[in-house]
């Protein structure tokens, strides 16, 4: 067969040879990266990784938070069981080493930042080397595609946080890159048909286990898969059918390991990816968490997901969609080929997921690393005139296309750095706030005193990570719940109210009367408002914790309701700008009991 490779393009950045140096510096920069990450995104890093990680290495009794997922067994334990292997490790050597409370702590919250800065580095390594099979290894389009990951302001705030959207995306990347992708070049005038039948399908099956593993963590990755899949038909169906016996032997494999893992974790027969499209396709759960508009990843998803690269991004897509000429010499045409299946790709999983009512940008995370490289080659053009691809003295230089490139890195780094260190760093650091004042107690308190804190969160559920970030045990702590309408028939989940939505909108003060201990325990004074008598029978009532954590929005409602109480102002920390969610807006606060502070 006629070779396939690219040939060698015009070299605009310094030109890299793939190997361990080069992962080596990634992995370096992921885990700056994970170190200076201080802020919140959404629950899932916590409540659909960590948390059932935490209760695995550490058992029931050690106060994770199990969320309706897990209890009804939508989640496959593959990826939190990654997490669980981690914080057994540190906490071994933590035994080892007889680390003292504050170490052992500091420890285990930041015991998740070393596997996910491997994967997050593991991501971007297979971005540039896709760039690098498509363009040729020493191209500046390669080359770019490998800047562009590495400076991607959405890679800098997500890859590495605990999601399963990140191993999704790296192994989507992954089982990209070993995609036999010259399948697709066709009957192409420079290749005889007995070379098409040979080509090879060396890792074929690394592909295939890859895919398999994203589709069992995600199953919406299938639509990827398919697509390439149907594609088939229009270059070479004979090669369908070596993929469909390779994918039933990788699918089977990965299928096995998974329904024996899921079956010793949630101790009877699970298949979680049943059960994910049942509650979240056929129940529509997935509404319950929000509806969003239909041109919400076309005018939200992309732009959050590409910041400055959109433009050069939607510009590679609409190349790659052009008519392929056969004239082309083979290197062009199988370039072009490539990049017109993977915009393909592109395309139909953005307008199939546009259908599903509840959209999050991270449901379109796996597309990133192939719109990056379809970004690559425009973008890398676009600078060719500029002091980056010629000589500083060149009579074809173009400095103001040299100074956008500039602002476009400024402007990357900006909201990258904002996101990762300012916007919603509050509900961070009340966490660490409340782990020291534990670690305080266990060094100070008399081992014949109860050392347990108590704390309560008045806010939106899941506002705040949970024992992933409070650790000890002896922090015993509740929050509002917002469990979804499991059991009630879709036409009569209108009028449903969680939790928290009977804390917020229907009334705080209702909600103190009807959950929490009379009020009289913690008055200054005797006289009690006529709304909260002494109640004859207490029942399962919550007991008023020395802590409540709330945003600076409820303080108008908590001075009308607790004024008059013991509570006061111990505690407060700044937590962003600006938020869409009214409930979410101010600072966090923190008001304590006196017996709180007594004992610190």
């Given at each position: ?543 008023w914790p020395e802590y409540l954590v709330f945003f600076e929005q409820l303080l108008p409602t908590l001075e009308e309701i607790l004024g008059r109480t013991r509570y006061r102002e111990c505690w407060r920390g700044f937590n962003t700008h600006w938020h869409d969610d009214w409930r979410r807006k101010g600072d966090v606060m923190m008001w304590c009991l006196p017996s709180a502070s007594a004992a610190e």
């Amino acid at each position: 067969m006629t070779s396939t490779q690219p040939k060698v393009e015009d070299k605009g950045f310094t030109s890299f040879t793939p190997g361990w140096a080069t992962y080596s510096l990634l992995f370096s920069l992921r885990m700056a990266n994970a170190q200076t990450l201080q802020t919140f995104f959404q629950p899932d890093e916590y409540f659909q990784a960590l948390e059932p990680a935490w209760q695995l290495a550490f058992g029931p009794e050690s106060g994770a938070w199990i969320t309706w997922e897990w209890r009804e067994g939508l989640r496959s334990c593959l990826h939190p069981m990654l997490f669980a292997a981690w914080y057994k490790i540190l906490a071994w050597i933590c035994d080892a080493l007889d680390a003292g409370p504050r170490a052992r702590a500091d420890a285990l919250v930041t015991a998740p930042q070393i596997p996910q800065a491997i994967i997050a580095a593991l991501g971007d390594f297979f971005t540039w080397l896709l760039a690098r099979k498509i363009y040729g290894p020493d191209s500046s389009a390669s080359n770019m595609a490998l800047f562009l990951t590495a400076a991607s302001p959405w890679q800098w705030f997500c890859s590495v946080r605990s999601f399963s959207n990140s191993l999704e995306t790296v192994l989507t990347v992954t089982a990209l890159y070993y995609w036999p992708w010259d399948w697709y070049i066709g009957y192409h005038p420079n290749v005889s048909s007995e070379s098409h039948e040979s080509s090879p399908t060396k890792g074929l099956k690394t592909s295939l286990l890859a895919a398999a593993v994203a589709c069992m963590l995600r199953p919406t990755n299938i639509l990827i898969w398919a697509v390439l899949a149907i594609m088939l038909f229009r270059y070479d169906t004979s090669k369908l059918f070596a993929l469909v016996g390779k994918a039933s032997l990788c699918g089977s494999a990965v299928l096995g390991l998974s329904l024996l893992a899921d079956t010793a974790f949630y101790g009877k027969f699970s298949f979680p990816p049943l059960k994910f499209l049942q509650f979240n396709v056929v129940q529509s759960l997935s509404s319950f968490y929000g509806v969003n508009r239909p041109d919400y990843y076309f005018t939200e998803g992309l732009p959050l997901l590409l910041t400055t690269t959109l433009p050069f991004a939607l510009l590679g897509l609409w190349q790659a969609l052009r008519a392929r000429p056969k004239n082309q010499n083979l290197e062009m045409y199988r370039t072009s080929q490539i990049t017109f299946v993977l915009a393909l790709t592109v395309l139909v999983m953005v307008l199939t997921m546009t259908l599903i009512s509840h959209k999050e940008v991270r449901f379109i995370y796996p597309l990133l690393p192939t719109l990056l490289i379809l970004a690559a080659k425009p973008l890398a053009t676009f600078l060719k005139p500029t002091v980056f691809f010629s000589p500083p003295r060149s009579p074809t230089t173009n400095h103001w296309r040299g100074a956008l490139f500039v602002l476009m890195v400024f402007s990357n780094y900006s909201i990258a750095r904002y996101a990762s260190s300012t916007h919603q760093r509050g509900v961070i650091d009340v966490m660490r706030y409340l782990r020291h004042q534990q670690e305080a107690r266990l060094l100070h308190t008399p081992a014949w005193q109860n050392p347990n804190m108590t704390v309560g969160f008045l806010m939106p559920c899941h506002s705040t990570p949970w024992r992933s970030h409070l650790v000890h045990p002896e922090i015993q702590a509740w929050a509002l719940t917002c469990e979804p309408p499991l059991h009630i028939p879709v036409d009569q989940r209108q009028d449903y109210l969680d939790e928290a939505d009977i804390f917020y909108k229907k009334s705080a003060s209702t909600w103190v009367s009807a959950t929490m201990q009379d009020i009289e325990t913690i008055m200054d004074e005797f006289q009690v408002p006529e709304t909260y008598k002494p109640r004859d029978k207490q029942g399962e009532l919550r007991a008023w914790p020395e802590y409540l954590v709330f945003f600076e929005q409820l303080l108008p409602t908590l001075e009308e309701i607790l004024g008059r109480t013991r509570y006061r102002e111990c505690w407060r920390g700044f937590n962003t700008h600006w938020h869409d969610d009214w409930r979410r807006k101010g600072d966090v606060m923190m008001w304590c009991l006196p017996s709180a502070s007594a004992a610190e």
